[in-house]
């Protein structure tokens, strides 16, 4: 059996690319001096808008007061980091991140959320004297 295939199945990739099937650069097709074709203004300016929206939606989901608006944040923050994935080359990453980074996790979040506003509007047993 060959080096690269498996019950009579070519899996090397580099004819392929050679044949111009697939793309021969890294991540995003991109060859290795960064050419993209005729996309490669539009990509670094994708990339560069896709560095500051992480940033952004970082930052304020950690520094929302609301705690509603932080969890709504952290969704859509993993959903982004899941598009950073797909742009670097790893859907298999986008994908566990999309259901456990936004799915999972902010439906724990959100879960967690509901119980902390049922604590605060019934003022039982969870609050303190000082009233928190």
């Known amino acids: ?9 070519d899996l090397d990739l580099r004819d392929d ?3 111009g099937l697939l793309p021969s ?3 995003g097709g991109l060859s290795p ?7 490669g203004g539009a990509v670094i300016v994708f990339d560069v808008v896709l560095t500051l929206t992480l940033w952004v939606l970082a930052v ?3 520094s929302q007061a ?7 944040l952290f969704v859509t923050l993993g959903v982004v980091v ?13 994908m566990v991140e999309v259901a456990v980074g936004a799915g999972v996790t902010g439906a724990l979040f959100l879960n967690t959320l509901g119980y902390l506003e049922q604590g ?10 000082t009233g928190v």
């Open 60 to 62: 304020g989901a950690v």
């Open 25 to 27: 650069g890294g991540a």
């Open 17 to 19: 690319r050679r044949d």
């Open 82 to 94: 899941a598009v950073a994935w797909v742009r670097l080359g790893a859907a298999d990453l986008a």
């Open 66 to 72: 609301d705690l509603f608006k932080s969890v709504v």
């Open 1 to 9: 059996m060959a080096a690269g295939s498996q019950a009579g199945v």
């Open 120 to 129: 605060r509007g019934e003022g039982g047993a969870d609050e303190d004297e």
């Open 33 to 39: 001096g960064g050419k993209a074709g005729g996309w």
